[in-house]
């Protein structure tokens, strides 16, 4: 019995001293491959998560200037400050949470898993609260104060949930084609929630249009332009169209609610570090690291321009297709056309950036919403020319959409090679890209509530002034175009091209197979002694 055992130890000593082929090699790595890919059940899960932001941002961004104004009946002034310290706080919650989330410990739930479930609740409430119109009687301070604070409670509970989603991208999976995956799934149902989140808002409060008011000292010959063209359903009240925006509110909750359910429900957070055994460093060390990432900067900084062009363009299209165009009952369709066509053509952007490389599709992607947006203020109001141009620029829409984030892990990727003791940072990458992003954005809505402002725009007016659709054609237009070459110019300082990018994830993937294979073999020294 004891010859017999000896024996057997003999033999398992035997069969590990003894060197692996390379066809065991092999089937190891591909048997790891395996374990690495996720189901489509996996990806689908995780890309519903990036539905409600969506889904609320697209909301915001189309409708809450014009409700502001044409709902609350704020002063265009008190509708931009609004806007602007809403999106800063926006921006300074970011990092803000971003460090938080750098040092939560592990729960058997992962790190960020808790952060987007127990934001929900609280985001969805104050985000019915913001689409209220507060008592009749309240002040115009009064009810400044109370969209600030819905505005920014609303702001900081997103930033819980969408910080750490973004960071998931990177807990997900270690193989790099999969987090490309994973992320265009990602993108299609994200495009896919602004169609939703214009389809909800817009076809409910578009139901429901209050009358326009006509201004005394409009020009008494008025009354002989077609006033239909440009004034909203006179037959409904404005109590039914608060009413609309409430419903729309509710509804949209409901369905930030399931997304969240799904996402926790379908995804398993999973460490991605290649040496568990290093201490991560602290946040101000990591967001110096960081910050002086040359890679990271100009891909924010390229990326922060044509995020502007098109929130630009996003914040007063509405405006835009109601007054200067003269289309204020078909304007929420000609937004959902823009969401439908960026929806169909995320695969395509897909395919073109594995074939021709991400650089490529973003020269390509995004400068192609130039002529059209030239071809949208040149051509005279024409419905038909205005549903094939928003077609046209939904293609744009989603390849700005989807680049930014599927080559925003390429650059954590890229840091992790060149900084292997410096672990644990990837809420600070997410969560300052989207600072800056949100910046974009506070920066458009105060620029344009101003420029209407001193345009001289008419709260609820049949008519607007000359200077009003002047402006409007210059911040749906010119304004955007120049800022898409400034930020294309940009992108040529980008260092991380394919090969680059092959590069990195070849060492990276040798890193973890030497780690497993270190880690196997320590455990079978340790099972034979």
């Known amino acids: 019995m004891a010859r017999g055992e000896g024996g057997e130890t003999y033999s398992a000593a035997a069969t590990f001293l003894q060197p692996k082929t390379i066809s065991d090699i092999d089937r190891s790595l591909k048997q790891r491959s395996v374990r690495k890919n996720l189901s ?9 998560g990036g539905a409600p932001y969506q889904i609320t941002g697209c909301a915001i961004g189309f409708f809450l200037q014009i409700y502001l104004l044409d709902v609350a009946q704020l002063d265009p002034s008190s509708a931009s400050l609004i806007l602007f310290i809403g999106r800063a706080w926006d921006a300074i919650t970011d990092p803000t949470v971003g460090f938080f989330i ?13 952060w987007i479930i127990c934001s929900t609740p609280f985001a969805v409430a104050s985000y019915f609260l913001l689409w209220y119109v507060p008592d009749g009687n309240l002040s115009e301070v009064g009810k400044i104060f109370w969209y600030l604070i819905f505005y920014c409670l609303f702001q900081t509970m997103q930033t819980c949930f969408h910080v750490p989603y973004s960071a998931l991208t990177m807990f997900i999976s270690t193989d790099q084609k999969e987090r490309d995956s994973a992320t265009a799934y990602r993108m299609t149902v994200e495009v896919l929630g602004t169609v939703l989140g214009t389809a ?12 326009c008011i006509h201004e005394n000292d409009i020009n008494a010959s008025i009354s002989t332009i077609d006033i239909n063209s440009t004034q909203y359903n006179s037959i409904t009240s404005i109590t039914q169209l608060k009413s609309a925006y409430m419903m729309a509110a509710g509804v949209i909750g409901g369905v930030y609610v399931l997304c969240t359910i799904i996402l ?16 991560p460093f602290s946040f101000w060390k990591g967001l110096k690291l960081v910050m002086s990432h040359g890679p990271y900067v100009k891909l924010i900084i390229g990326f922060l321009f044509t995020s502007l062009a098109f929130m630009l ?3 007063n299209y509405a405006l835009y297709c109601s007054y200067t165009l003269g289309f204020p ?3 929420q369709n000609i937004l959902l056309v823009i969401m439908l066509s960026a929806t169909l053509t995320i695969p395509f952007w897909q395919w073109f950036l594995t074939r021709f490389g991400k650089k490529t599709a973003v ?15 040149l051509v005279k109001a024409n419905l038909i020319v205005a549903y094939v141009v928003s077609f046209a620029s939904g293609v744009s829409v989603a390849a700005a959409f989807l680049l930014p984030w599927s080559m925003l892990p390429d650059v954590v990727d890229d840091f992790r090679l060149k900084n292997p003791d410096s672990i644990g940072h990837e809420a600070i990458f997410y969560s ?16 344009s509530t101003l420029s209407l402002d001193f345009a001289g725009y008419l709260t609820r007016g049949c008519q607007q002034p000359d200077a009003v659709h002047l402006t409007l054609k210059m911040l749906v237009a010119p304004a955007p175009i120049l800022l898409i070459i400034l930020g294309l110019i940009l992108f040529k300082l980008y260092p991380i091209d394919e090969e680059i990018r092959m590069k990195n994830r070849k060492a990276l993937e040798d890193l973890r197979d030497d780690d497993q294979l270190s880690q196997t073999d320590t455990k079978e020294r340790c099972s034979i002694v």
Request: one cysteine or more.
């Open 40 to 48: 489509v059940c996996n990806k689908l899960c995780y890309a519903i």
């Open 102 to 114: 750098s040092r939560s410990k592990w729960t058997k739930f992962g790190r960020l898993l808790p």
């Open 200 to 211: 909800i808002q817009g076809q409910i409060v578009g139901g429901a249009s209050s009358p």
């Open 264 to 279: 926790f429900a379908g995804v398993q957070e999973k460490d991605p570090h290649i040496r568990k055994t290093q201490k």
């Open 313 to 315: 363009l996003e914040g």
């Open 329 to 331: 009952n078909d304007f």
């Open 363 to 377: 020269y390509v992607g995004i400068s192609s919403a130039v002529p059209f947006l030239i071809l949208n203020v």
């Open 432 to 447: 300052f890209y989207v600072f800056f992003t949100k910046f974009a954005s506070g920066v458009s809505l105060g620029i």
